[in-house]
C-alpha cells in the first residue's frame, strides 16, 4: 500500500509538471465513430449474461489477479486498452466485436474474436489463452459485445479510432529518445523500465510483454504514446518526440516468444451444450 501511495504521489507531480505543456498543444480529443455508451455497472442487463460482462470487465482491469497461470506479464489489459477499453484512440474495444470474423495477417486465415484474444495471451500477456469454451473466454467476449453494442456488424474502424500513425519518413532518434525518457516517462515506468506492480506497467524486461506483442511494434507504440503517454498529460509529445521515445522503449530487451505456448485447447466434455 505504501509502495501505491508513493508511486501514485509521483504521479500527481509528473501530470503536475506536464499539464502546462499539454495544454497549449493537445489536439481535440475525436469522438467515437459509433453511438455506444462507456461501461456503466448499473446498465448491465440482470442476470447470467450481466454477470459474463461483469466478470470479462474484471479480467481486462485486473488481469494478474484474476488469471494467475495464463499471463506472465506484469500488467493488465488495461495497460494498454486504457479504462478497460472504452478510449477512443486508447486500445478501445468499441465496436471491437462488430468486427469479427476477420482475416489475420499472422495466421493467414480468418479468425474469431476468440482468436484475436488468444493472441493477446500468448504475446502481450506472454502468456497462454484460456480454452474458448471457459467461463473467462466467455466473460471476455461478452463484455466486448456489450461494449460493442449499436455498431453495424462487418463493418471497419473509421480511422479516428485507432492510435495507429504513418510513421516520419526519417529513422527514429534513440539517443534523443533517451532524454525524453528521463524527462517524461521515467517517475513512473522507472529509469530500469520496469514500472510499479499494480500502477505503472513495465515498458522492457521480464516483465513486459514479449517481441511477438502488437505493442513492440514501432507505429504501434509511436501512435499509442503520442495518443495515450505521460499519462495524465496525453497529446503533450509531438508525433516525432513520440516515436523517438519508442524507438528508446524498443531498443531494450523484452520476453522473446516461447512456441511451447501455442494454444493447445482440451476438447469439450460431452454434455458441455
Ligand atoms: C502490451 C499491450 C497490450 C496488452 C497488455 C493487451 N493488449 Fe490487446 N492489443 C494491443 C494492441 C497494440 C492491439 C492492436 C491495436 C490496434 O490494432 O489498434 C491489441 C488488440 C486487441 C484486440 C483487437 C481489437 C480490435 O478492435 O481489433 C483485442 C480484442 C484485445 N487486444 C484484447 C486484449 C485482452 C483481453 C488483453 C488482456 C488479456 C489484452 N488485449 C492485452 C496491446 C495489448
Ligand atoms: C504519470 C505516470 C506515467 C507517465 C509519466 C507515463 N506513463 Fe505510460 N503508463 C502509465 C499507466 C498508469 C499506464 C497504464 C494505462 C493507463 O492506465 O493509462 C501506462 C501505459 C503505458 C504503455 C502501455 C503498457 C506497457 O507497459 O507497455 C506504454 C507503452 C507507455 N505507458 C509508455 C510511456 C512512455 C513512452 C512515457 C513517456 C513519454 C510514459 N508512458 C509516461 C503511467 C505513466
Redesign the pocket.
Known sequence: MKLRAAALA???V??AA?AARAQESVAPSPAPSAAVAAYDPAALPSGPVGEAIRLGREIVMNTPQTMPGYVR?N?SC???H??GGTKVR?GSFLGTYARFPQWNKRAKRVITLQDRLAECFLYSMNGRPPAYASKEMIGLVAYIAWLSRGVPTLSTPSPQDRFIEPLPPAPPDVRHGAK??AQ??A???QPSGA?VTG?????WGPS??NDLAG?AHLDR?TG??HY??????PGS?TLR??YD??AF?LSHPRPKFDPAALVQSSPLPAGFF
Do not use: R
Request: glycine fraction near 8%; charge should be negative; proline fraction near 7%.
Open positions: 509521483l504521479g500527481v509528473a501530470v506536464l506479464s500488467m488495461s495497460a494498454c486504457i479504462e486508447g525524453l525518457y517524461h516517462c517517475l513512473c515506468h514500472g500502477v505503472f506497467p513495465p515498458l513486459s510483454f505493442m507504440m499509442f504514446v495515450n503517454m505521460p499519462q495524465g498529460a509529445l518526440e513520440a521515445v519508442a522503449v
